[in-house]
């Protein structure tokens, strides 16, 4: 009887321990969702920053046709400054990559740990 006691005692303490680890994967996993919409959201934000450098190289091309060197001039500005925005971009959505990659280590680790071995009175193991 005290024997049945002490392993339904060991049992609530895992089963607690489980219910921790669960709610600590649920973070994680809501924390790499959220970093993985991020990284979404920058990706097309990038794509639209290609696509207005695309805009602003052609803009400047038929600037230098016409040879209005003033036009050059403003359109160089706007492309330097869209090349800025987009190397900033992309070592933002490098960062995340990183997240995620942490993110999901974190939640193989997570699942790893969850697989807890008792002891069982006597011999033997109990998964």
Known sequence: DELHDELLDENTKI????EQM????EAIQKNLEDA??????????NKS???????VLNDLRDA?????????DKM?????ASIAR?????EENNALVR???????????QNRKKKITVRKWGGGDIY
């Open 99 to 109: 997240t995620n990659e942490m993110l999901t280590k974190q939640l193989k680790e």
């Open 64 to 72: 230098m046709t016409h040879q209005f060197k003033e036009q050059s």
């Open 22 to 25: 669960q709610i600590e994967k």
């Open 76 to 80: 160089k500005e706007k492309l330097l």
């Open 86 to 90: 987009n190397k900033s971009l992309q």
């Open 49 to 55: 920053y290609k696509q207005k450098i695309t805009e």
């Open 36 to 45: 993985t919409a991020r990284n979404q959201a920058l990706q097309k934000e």
């Open 15 to 18: 089963m607690q321990q489980l």
